[in-house]
């Protein structure tokens, strides 16, 4: 395939996988300076299947007193690749799971959302000053994170591989296999431990290390494999399978592991037995697989919601 194709491929996707965080109603997200623009037309879907959601007054009873007298929800939501979420045509309003499921938590719960877009590595952080009551961005759940962060399942999902079709790589399976290759990932992600945790088996194998570039925001990641500046890129399974469906020159490989992904909170948070709750409700209600044959990753369906369970080994 000609380059220029390949160019105008992942220029289409990569303005489709830089943001993140919007309300599924319809509200406007406050996003940064510099976010990125609309998706292509027509390319993220856009069924309501979240207004119907009625609340739940078991689940609502179990919020803690001072949240449910404000009657909102102040929510960080950091970018990702979609189906985590994008801009719609209007450049303001986003769409994704993460947006419908935390619109749908919160309706079950009776509160209104409030979205504020932040970066991913800066959420984190950011939940034990207070200033947010939960945050989204497609967080895998680790024992590492879990030292100091609750979480509430709502997802499983997991980190995976893509490349370009000109790639000698099948299917990865041991990161040796990575070995003498550069590999592009999102900053502050479980990808970016993993690699970094795992170079050393190169050098013990007597191979060349792979070499780890992480970009800020995930355009960056698709267009530095476009580029050839990197050869494979590591990210969520559901986002390397949405990317390469709506690009040509690329492949997905294949999931290398599976992980649980939450709403996350402050250690020790009294919020996390209600969002137990409402996830729970969604799931009664028929309205999480709703989301979830909207977005096409029925896949990554879980049974039932938990509060920081231990990380899938």
Partial sequence: M?????????????????????????????????????????????????????KNKAAAGLLPAAVR?????????????????????????LAGTDIDFADA?????????EREVAAFEAILPALGSGKYDVGTGNFGVTDERRRTIDFVTYLNDGQGFAARDDSKLKKVTDLTQLCGLTVGTAAGTTFEVTLEENRHRCSEAGKKPYDVKTYSDLAAVWTALQQGRTDVVMSTINGLRYAVKQQEGVRFLNEFK?????????????????????VNSLKADGTYDRILKKWGIGASAIKTSQISPPEIK
Wanted: proline fraction near 9%.
């Fill in 2 to 54: 000609p380059r220029t194709r390949h160019t105008a491929a992942f220029a289409l996707i990569t303005v489709a996988t830089l943001t993140l965080t919007a309300c599924g109603s319809g509200d406007p997200a406050s996003a940064p300076a510099g976010a990125a623009g609309p998706a292509a037309k027509g390319a993220i879907p856009t069924a309501d299947v979240v207004s119907g959601v009625k």
């Fill in 105 to 113: 938590v919160a309706r079950v719960l009776g509160l209104k959302p």
């Fill in 258 to 278: 599976r992980l649980d992904v939450g709403f996350a909170f402050k250690k020790g948070t009294p919020l996390a037995p209600a969002f137990q709750a409402a």
């Fill in 69 to 93: 007298s404000s009657g909102t929800l102040k929510i960080a939501s950091s970018v990702s690749t979609p189906p985590g979420a994008t801009y719609l045509e209007d450049g303001r309003t």
